[in-house]
């Protein structure tokens, strides 16, 4: 049922935004006339590395800078692709990913081979799953640009401050994932396009509502800073470019 749901509301997404996809599409090629894809190698489940497509935001060859983690003031960044990332556009050319059956609407978001590389051993049931295009986590950082802006190395920032609680919550979504669980994230998704606060709030009442511990809920309800921590099943917090703990 859930691959059903996927290929028609896939099909259909890529159908209605089509003429928005089609303009951005232009804009960012005539820019600097280069392709305004980028393909990116990404990790999917059970380990299967795969090909997930997105709007180019950034300048080309940008991923040679060995940076995987990227600010809201990063200088890689184009013009047209402050617009694309603002109003995650970028993210609608994964329909096509769900289309064709590697990725799903709702689940952990796919994450490059050097990252999945060093994830913990609990970490990796996160790869038991077929990534997708939002879940729990996507909405709790789906500010993670500003979260990095102004730190000296954006990496180390995503390890200690984003990844665990983003692993935490994706697994927390696989022990509970369900079609109603998804539809519900589904539309917390589209309703933080217009009011974040809200779709936080939504966010916690499904958490709890699914008995997700008190932690957890303060961390998806942003409402206190967030501080480094260990990944789950690491006992240390990351403090060194290759994000291993232990």
């Known amino acids: 049922m859930k691959r059903f ?4 509301a896939s099909g259909l997404g890529l159908i209605v ?65 402050r617009i694309v990332r603002k109003y995650k556009l970028d993210e609608l050319m994964q329909l096509w990913n769900v289309f064709i059956g590697q990725m799903s609407l709702v ?42 802006r102004g730190s000296p190395d954006p990496d180390i920032t995503y390890h200690q401050l984003i990844r665990p609680s983003k692993s935490a919550l994706a697994l927390f979504y696989i022990h509970y994932q369900s079609i109603p669980l998804d539809l519900l994230l589904v539309m917390i998704t589209l309703v933080s396009l217009f009011s ?15 008995g997700a511990p008190l932690e957890l809920l303060q961390i998806a309800s942003r409402s206190m800073p967030l501080v480094p921590s260990p990944p789950p099943g690491a006992l240390n917090v990351v403090t060194s470019r290759s994000g291993i703990a232990t």
């Open 5 to 8: 749901i996927d290929f028609f």
């Open 107 to 148: 689940g952990p978001r796919p994450n490059v081979e050097r990252e999945t590389d060093i994830y913990t051993n609990v970490e990796r049931e996160v790869l038991s799953v077929k990534p997708g295009i939002t879940d729990f986590a996507s909405i709790v950082f789906a500010d993670e640009g500003r979260i990095l």
């Open 196 to 210: 974040r606060q809200l779709a936080l709030k939504l966010n916690c009442a499904i958490l709890a509502c699914l």
């Open 17 to 81: 935004f089509s003429p928005i996809l089609l303009t951005f599409i232009f804009l960012i090629w005539i820019q600097d006339w280069r392709s305004p894809f980028y393909v990116a190698p990404r990790i999917g489940r059970l380990g299967i590395p795969f090909r997930m497509v997105k709007l180019r935001s950034m300048a080309v060859y940008a991923d040679r800078s060995g940076v995987d983690s990227t600010a809201d003031n990063d200088s890689r960044i184009t013009p047209v692709g």
